[in-house]
């Protein structure tokens, strides 16, 4: 039998759940500090009784989640870094607890949360990184269930940097790209997730996602994002000779910034034929990396 002040934990944790799924208020928005000041409030309170902060912690709602589950499952998580801080200090075993669809908190928190909390979590269950839910997904598969929402590059970045291995595996890879395609067609306008339908999509479609590849791999690419580029390359086809408005491809980008050669190694092993591709101003890759490249003298002459 649970006792009413090991339960306290949990019903603080659903209200402040319900509050940060409604549509945000200015009244909305007090009720969920005051919400988030609770939490805080009864983990310091309990801090010493561990039998009660053991049972409320630990506490499993009817899908199998505890309320670490809970706070971290919501839009645009709003919830101070301090109370999961607090509550992975105090209780780090929560940290492994899998729902009955084996979701861990980090699961939820690659979908929703910031990066500080997704590193706590890491932090707190470093084999968490490995961890399959029953649809076969990482935490790292969580941050491309965005559908409309703009994909969260840095935390996605911290989940390959801390686990590498994860997109060596031909099964991760083939529904990492399944949720990358879903995305962009999402944020084209196009929610059908019913690959047979694509032949009705028009050009202004292509277009539309052409153009939003390009952006978000130049974002990768400048931001030195190198084994996210890399699961880019394998999930957007032809990305690497994807030109923007300038007509610089992504090669052009990490020549220009003289990034890290992993950068470049990617890119070149992808498409080694952008590697002659001429910017606006009729530039390759290559002559970017040089300081004070020009196109030719006045005999010609490459830099």
Known sequence: MIRGKERELYDLCVRYKRLAC???TEE???EMVTATKNIQRWLNHHENEAVCLNGATSYLNRFGETGLHDIIQV?????????VLTWLKLAPETARVKSDADWLPLH??????????VMALVEAYP????????????????????RQRPLKLDVLNFLLEAYPESIHDADNLEL???????WIRS?????????????????DFYNSAQKRITLLMREVVIGGMHLVAKLFVIAFKGCCSMLDEIGMAPLHYACL?????DMVVVLLDAAPESATILDKWGRTPLQLSMPFAKLKDENGMLP
């Open 127 to 146: 084999n968490g990184l490995k961890e399959k839910t029953v649809n076969g997904e990482q935490p790292f598969h969580c941050v491309l269930h965005q």
């Open 28 to 30: 909305n928005s007090d």
């Open 22 to 24: 409604c549509d945000t």
């Open 108 to 117: 939820g928190a690659c979908y929703e949360a910031p990066l500080n909390t």
């Open 176 to 182: 990492a790209t399944y949720f990358l395609n879903r």
């Open 257 to 261: 910034i003289i990034g890290s050669i």
């Open 75 to 83: 839009p645009e998580l709003s919830l101070s870094i301090e109370v």
């Open 187 to 203: 944020t084209c306008g196009y929610e059908s997730d019913d690959d047979d339908e694509e032949d009705s999509v028009d050009c």
